[in-house]
């Protein structure tokens, strides 16, 4: 078996190492590290969990630990598609060079350009940077690239969709000819191959499985959701996300809410919010301080519930999360290994729920194929159609009749509607606590008038019909409307 000393790092790495409780190496550390300390490129297809970061620090703080840096010529240089996980790969140099003299400086948006400039003039080892960042200091003329020896550009092709791939271009031309490239992607799409193709100079491939082994811990589930109306297609949906949650009960004990779009984000954590459930955003269009705080708090067990975007939570390693709940199905299938790779991770079990809706079909599809295998329906929930209600549909509001039908809408409501909503749910507002005292199943069938649904939901009559049972099918989805809601 190989062990770490075996990889040829330096013993004040192996010390770190050792002292991180790391025993033995992962598969793309025992084919990348050996390859990049005798200089050579490296193409690493893998993705986060596997223990890629590492992958490419170990080996950097060994060859950095001879020479110095000079003043506002960093001699290497990481590039990553997002802040977060920039500071990841920040924490991590912190982690293995602790017995190393090393200078690191994190160029991203959100910090003080001034900080990172002092830390710049004085020199670096290594600069950590997101590309847009690293070329606004390029070109305020704070920077120069020309002595960077070592270049890796991680997760390249989320680069890829986020539009990064011309600064990476870029960047790689602002390097020297000479220096040594260690680039990492979960997948190589063909504008991929072509950058690593023009850029890399006779590498050692190593790739390693993607996540269908981790995900072997995580078990799947996907529950089909039909909207009783289309107008109130986003709200039951949401009604839909806690009935899941809930019947989950305290199995789950912290989890990650992925949304498609960031004001599906900040809409369903404020709802979940108003009904009794910790829990809160985190996106890209939020603040870098908030978003570090978020992310502080859901690390260190503060916060249960993260609703993320995708970008916001790429390569997050956060290591116990018990559940991961799609919200939506990601368009991209790709996403949807990413999403659930943030739960059983480091062997540990994990769950991961979708609701899909009939037009995500396509897209769930795309993610079976992708994983090659069904993900098990835990149940369609049907809600009876409009013809057996009781009453008739409210009236629309002047403003939501000028907006078109939600199934339709092409973009994201406006943020004055995650405020619509939030009142719109004050009423039926009752902490998650109370609920979970009362298992599902042993709620009464005729549920007390006092805390009954109000009107709006009732009418809805969501006689859940069920079709296409799984064996694990949560007692919520059998039961009828009424008897679930409490409320
Ligand atoms: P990464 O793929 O770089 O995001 O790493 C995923 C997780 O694996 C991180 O929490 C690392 O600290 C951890 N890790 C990295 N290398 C090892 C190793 N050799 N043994 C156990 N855990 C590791």
């Known amino acids: 078996m190989t062990t770490f000393s075996d990889l040829g790092l330096a013993p004040k790495v192996l010390r770190a190492v050792s002292d991180a409780g790391y025993e033995t190496p992962t598969p793309i550390q025992i084919g ?78 959100g910090v003080s350009f001034k900080e990172q400039d002092t830390l710049i003039d004085k020199g670096v080892d290594v600069l950590i940077a997101t590309p847009g960042r690293l070329l606004d200091h390029f070109e305020r003329g704070k920077l120069l690239l020309t002595g960077v020896q070592i270049m890796v550009v991680d997760e390249a092709d989320r680069m890829l969709d986020m539009g990064f791939i011309p600064d990476i271009e870029r960047i790689f031309s ?25 850029f890399l100079s006779n590498p050692a491939k190593i790739e390693v499985a993607r996540q269908a082994t981790a995900s072997e ?49 900040d ?45 916001a939570a790429r390569g997050l390693d956060v290591p116990a999360v018990s559940h991961v709940f799609n ?43 992708l994983i090659g295998k069904p993900i098990p329906r835990n149940g369609a929930v049907v809600p009876a159609v409009a013809e057996t209600l009781e009453e008739p549909a409210p009236k629309p509001t002047r403003s939501r009749s000028r907006r078109k039908p939600a199934a339709q809408e092409p973009d994201v409501p406006a943020v004055a509607e995650v405020a619509e909503v939030a009142a719109a749910e004050t009423e039926v507002a ?35 019909e069920v079709v296409g049972m799984g064996d694990h099918m949560p007692g919520f989805i059998a039961m009828s409307f009424d008897e679930r809601r409490t409320d």
Do not use: W
């Open 327 to 369: 919200f939506d199905v990601p368009s991209h299938a790709e996403d949807y290994i990413h999403r659930i790779g943030r739960t059983g991770r480091a062997g540990r079990d994990g769950k991961a729920i979708m609701i899909c809706e009939p037009r995500d079909e396509k897209n769930l599809a795309a993610v079976e194929k």
């Open 217 to 265: 811990t995580i078990e799947q589930a996907v529950v089909m959701f039909k909207a009783s109306r289309r107008e109130r297609a986003a709200s039951e949906k949401r009604d839909c996300l806690r009935d899941i949650i809930r019947a989950e009960g305290e199995k789950c004990t912290n989890a990650i809410i992925f949304c498609n779009r960031k004001t599906d984000v």
């Open 32 to 109: 990348a590290i050996p390859p990049a300390l005798e200089g050579r490129d490296v193409l690493g297809i893998a993705q986060t969990g596997t223990g890629k970061t590492a992958g490419f620090v170990l080996p950097m703080i060994t060859l950095l630990a001879r020479g110095r840096a000079r003043a506002r010529m960093p001699r290497s240089l990481v590039l990553c598609p997002t802040r977060e996980l920039a500071a990841q790969v920040a924490e991590n140099f912190d982690t293995y060079s602790q017995h190393v003299k090393l200078t690191k400086a994190l160029l991203i948006g």
């Open 267 to 311: 809409i369903v954590s404020k709802s979940l919010k108003k009904h009794g459930f910790d829990a809160e955003p985190i996106h890209g269009d939020l603040d870098q301080s908030v978003r570090t705080r978020t992310l502080d708090l859901f690390r260190d067990g503060k916060l249960k519930l993260l609703v993320a975007s995708d970008v």
């Open 430 to 464: 009752q902490p998650v606590e109370t609920r979970a005292e009362k298992p599902v199943e042993q709620r009464p069938a005729k549920p007390d008038r006092k805390v009954e649904a109000p009107r709006r939901e009732r009418r809805n009559g969501r006689q859940g």
């Open 174 to 198: 602002l390097t020297p000819f000479t220096r040594q490239t260690l680039f990492f992607s979960a997948t190589m799409a063909p504008e991929i191959e072509r950058i690593t193709n023009t």
